[in-house]
């Protein structure tokens, strides 16, 4: 079983910055991709970014030039260091990552408790 903790989030003003960082721990073979995805009230879960192991990351169109993400494969971290940010970035930020815990077992989808980020003046 595969923990995620997330930290970082919090308010601030439209166009400041913030970092999100996730952590994974437990029963970790390998971990395929690590990721962000957000969920706004009223909304559905969307991807923010995602990178796999091997470095290659996708972001989703409304945050492409303003976020990147970063990962350390040798302490299962991810970031996500968010700039320029407007008040429709404000949600709850999901950590995600997709793991295996030996090298038999198939990739499972694991998912931190969330943290909130708010945008406004």
């Known amino acids: 079983q595969v923990q995620l903790v997330e930290s970082g989030g919090g308010l601030v003003q439209p166009g400041g910055s913030l970092r999100l960082s996730c952590a994974a721990s437990?029963?970790?073979?390998?971990?395929?991709?690590m990721g962000w995805y957000r969920q706004a009230p009223g909304k559905q879960r969307e991807l923010v970014a995602a990178?796999?192991?091997?470095?290659?990351?996708n972001y989703g169109d409304s945050v492409k030039g303003r976020f990147t993400i970063s990962r350390d494969n040798a302490k299962n971290t991810v970031t996500l260091q968010m700039n320029s940010l407007k008040p429709e970035d404000t949600a709850v930020y999901y950590c995600?990552?997709?793991?295996?815990?030996?090298?038999?077992?198939?990739?499972?989808?694991?998912w931190g408790q969330g943290t909130q980020v708010t945008v406004s003046s």
């Open positions: 437990g029963s970790i073979f390998s971990i395929y991709t």
């Open positions: 990178i796999t192991s091997s470095g290659s990351s």
């Open positions: 995600n990552c997709n793991a295996k815990t030996d090298l038999r077992s198939s990739y499972y989808s694991s």
